[in-house]
T-cell receptor
């Protein structure tokens, strides 16, 4: 079975500080992909970063990096130098291998609030 | 290219009415997905198109739901005889590769 767990319903961070959002996953497949999305109050899902299970290095995109620990089945998102515009919901997702569609299977999300 | 677009952005309807949403994917993206997101939850997969062929439908897609993607370009999602439980954000996503999915702004449906 596949499962995505985000245990932090809400997180607060001071502006300009770094923050880590947790994501653990469960899958029996050897080949899988993990995604992080940001959803501001407007509702649009904004793609942040992707990590493939066979990628040897942790993914990075600007201020976003993914702390991928395969043995622990965790894929935490690290946001450096937080900005007020980072306040949003953040979702961790995995490609659903139970279908042939490569659709995504999402966690319940973490609401990040950046404090000035 | 301006990304995935969806229309309308908001729709309020009365129970029992039919509604139709449109999604315009990023050009040249052959894969198109529909998701539904209810309050406090992550998006849930509804259906998938590769070009014009609808290849996957989840159990969430009841008989009242139908989706099309004529000519492999834009897609429509129709809900017939809407129910209050259909109130949600309907999100469309498109991709060309399996390591990406780009979402549109969504259509927020409210069924009174």
């Amino acid at each position: 079975a596949q499962k995505i767990t985000q245990t932090q319903p809400g997180m607060f961070v001071q502006e300009k500080e770094a923050v880590t959002l947790d994501c653990t996953y469960d899958t029996s497949d050897q080949s899988y992909g993990l995604f992080w999305y940001k959803q501001p109050s407007s509702g649009e899902m904004i793609f942040l970063i992707y990590q493939g299970s066979y990628d040897e290095q942790n993914a990075t995109e600007g201020r976003y990096s993914l702390n991928f620990q395969k043995a622990r089945k965790s894929a935490n998102l690290v946001i450096s130098a937080s900005q007020l515009g980072d306040s949003a919901m953040y979702f961790c997702a995995m490609r659903d291998v139970r279908t042939g569609a490569n659709n995504l299977f999402f966690g319940t999300g973490t609401r990040l609030t950046v404090i000035p | 290219d301006t990304g995935v677009s969806q229309n309308p952005r908001h729709k309020i309807t009365k129970r029992g009415q039919n509604v139709t949403f449109r999604c315009d994917p990023i050009s040249e993206h052959n894969r198109l997905y529909w998701y539904r997101q209810t309050l406090g939850q992550g998006p849930e997969f509804l259906t998938y198109f590769q070009n014009e062929a609808q290849l996957e439908k989840s159990r969430l897609l009841s008989d009242r739901f139908s989706a099309e993607r004529p000519k492999g370009s834009f897609s429509t999602l129709e809900i017939q005889r809407t129910e209050q439980g259909d109130s949600a954000m309907y999100l469309c996503a498109s991709s060309f590769r399996e390591n990406e999915q780009f979402f549109g702004p969504g259509t927020r449906l409210t069924v009174l």
